[in-house]
């Protein structure tokens, strides 16, 4: 097993069998430590070892359940892009907490590269739980002075980083 230890970029090092562990876990979280190990070719106790290194250095961050957001009743995924009156740290840092709270949202990201500052995506019902969410909670956070929307047609897919 490699040596835990931090990399020139503050990451520890990861080898194939680290990767291999990450993208079984990443398809089923609930796979045994055992059948994790024989499929990295690993006896359990090393393999449980590795798992717990990447826990502690925050590679794995939790896990979680993927749901059907259709079957669950939200099939409308919109991205809206919202810009901001005033760049200050505190008009930010309000806005997140309000987005934050809102179930609806699934995402949300500072981006650059645009007129707007953030890009949410949000789940909902239909138009009409759309245009509640966005009217009467959206456009009522303090600062919010434009969005734009756009409404998925179909993800193509979604993934983890390794």
Do not use: W
């Amino acid at each position: 097993m490699p040596e835990s230890h931090f990399g020139s970029t503050g990451t520890i090092d990861i080898d194939d069998i680290d990767k291999q562990l990450l993208r079984l876990l990443q398809t089923q979280a609930r796979m045994s430590i055992t059948e994790l190990a024989e499929r990295v070719n690993l006896s359990a106790t090393p393999c449980a070892r590795r798992i717990k290194r990447l826990e502690d250095a925050n590679i794995i961050t939790g896990y979680h359940t993927k749901t059907d957001a259709q079957k669950l009743g939200y099939p409308l995924a919109v991205f809206i892009a919202v810009s901001m009156d005033r760049h200050t740290a505190e008009r930010f840092e309000q806005f997140e907490r309000s987005v934050q709270s809102f179930e609806e949202v699934v995402s949300c990201s500072i981006v650059t590269g645009r007129t707007e500052d953030y890009l949410i995506k949000v789940r909902v019902r239909d138009m009409a739980h759309y245009e509640e969410f966005l009217l009467h909670r959206l456009n009522r956070i303090e600062g919010v002075a434009q969005v734009h929307t756009s409404f998925e047609l179909r993800e193509v897919f979604s993934r983890s980083v390794v």
